[in-house]
């Protein structure tokens, strides 16, 4: 089996597997504990700290540990809630369920609540925020790169727009880290989130990194774990891969930028003479990232077809759920609701080789031709 399926997650490096083994084999103590072992513990968690903070130029005070980045943007979203009570909330059209879900949900608490759309290249314009919602807005989302079209944003200018505007800004880096440059504290956000199992770190471990002027209230409480931001003893073995995982992650910026790169570019070449549509063509995207759709060919049919075949691809929903609901990301860019159904990602990653692009090539002409050829003796 091939894997191309890296946004949405990635396997873990053996290096960080290393790292992690003896504080899965041995007894790893309690970091709260007053003792030999829990003592051990604390001091590998707060290594583990400096290197997710470094990772992100960050100060490791500013950093939570949770259980997931879903975690780490409901923390912010219902913590930012509860410390303001009249606050009105904006995020983008293309945010991640993880993002939009929590925010619709505070309009049954009566909270105000605004979805600001991108444009057709999946880009978000600050000048697409009305007057009055600008004059009103208290928080806002917008994600640094996007998992399905892998579109980055201009988080330099969102961030310095809400400074002026008193807009607290939260950006979810789930995608951006260890594929482009993310940094914390010359972005001068409010708050940023990141994921251990989108760089090659274990899953269920996340961060939520948040500059210490923003007041935010916990809504994770029992033993005041994580600065009181979130309760619950800390998951250490896969903190530590997370560590590991986030001090690799600046190696991956070079192997991202000098050869998946390379490698993107020979799959888009095959796609388009096949016929592929691609989103956001010309957009600024993370190099690892192609969502396409060929006009007329079911996407889920094409997509089961080369599992088949052993290659691992997605269809435009699959980060979040198996379902089969269009895109919404493109149907908040005005793509056509057909295209939208049909599109599929592939997001190559740091074991993808020239031999395995090229086999996929070749397969995916093939189930092409095949469908095709179907659908014309169906017409
Ligand atoms: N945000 C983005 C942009 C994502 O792509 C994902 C996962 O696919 C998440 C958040 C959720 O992260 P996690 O899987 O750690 O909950």
């Not at 007053?34 to 400096?50: I, M, V």
């Not at 608490?109 to 600008?134: A, H, L, M, R, W």
């Not at 056509?336 to 990653?349: F, K, N, T, V």
Request: hydrophobic share 40%; aromatic share 6%; glycine share 8%.
């Amino acid at each position: 089996m091939i894997y191309f399926d890296n946004n949405a997650t990635t396997a873990l490096h053996p290096e960080v597997l290393k790292e992690m083994l003896p504080f899965l084999t041995s007894q790893q103590g309690n970091p709260a504990s007053n003792h030999t072992f829990g003592r051990k513990a604390h001091t590998a968690l707060e290594e583990a700290r400096e290197k997710v903070a470094a990772s992100v130029n960050a100060h490791p005070s500013q950093v939570i540990f949770t259980s997931s980045g879903t975690e780490s943007n409901n923390t912010i979203i219902n913590g930012i809630a509860k410390a303001y009570s009249n606050s009105h909330f904006g995020y983008s059209s293309i945010e991640h369920p993880c993002i939009s879900e929590p925010i619709k949900s505070l309009v049954s608490q009566g909270y105000k609540i605004s979805e600001i759309p991108v444009d057709s290249n999946g880009i978000f314009n600050v000048s697409s925020i009305s007057d009055k919602t600008k004059k009103s807005l208290t928080f806002l989302s917008v994600m640094m790169a996007n998992n399905e079209t892998g579109v980055i944003q201009n988080i330099a200018e969102i961030a310095d727009w809400s400074k002026k505007n008193t807009i607290q800004f939260h950006t979810d880096a789930v995608q951006a880290l260890g594929k482009i440059k993310v940094d914390f504290e010359a972005l001068d956000i409010d708050a940023m989130t990141i994921s251990s199992h989108k760089i090659y770190g274990p899953q269920g471990v996340a961060a939520l990194i948040v500059n210490k002027k923003i007041d935010i209230i916990p809504y994770m409480q029992g033993g005041g774990q994580e600065k009181g931001l979130r309760s619950g003893t800390e998951n250490i073995a896969a903190i530590i891969g997370f560590g590991k995982a986030c001090e690799r992650s600046s190696q991956n910026l070079v192997e991202f930028k000098e050869n998946i790169g390379r490698l993107r570019l020979i799959l888009e070449k095959a796609l388009l003479a096949i016929g592929a549509i691609i989103f956001c063509e010309n957009s600024n995207r993370l190099s690892n990232t192609t969502f396409f759709s060929f006009k007329n060919i079911d996407g889920s049919t094409l997509l089961t077809a080369l599992d088949r075949k052993g290659f691992a691809i997605a269809s435009g929903s699959a980060c979040s759920s198996n379902s089969s609901e269009p895109s919404h990301v493109l149907l908040s860019m005005g793509v056509d609701l057909d295209l939208a159904q049909g599109a599929l990602r592939i997001s190559l990653g740091l074991e993808s080789t020239e031999g395995e692009v090229n086999g996929f090539i070749d397969t995916l002409k093939d189930e092409v031709d095949r469908l095709r050829q179907m659908a014309a003796v169906a017409a």
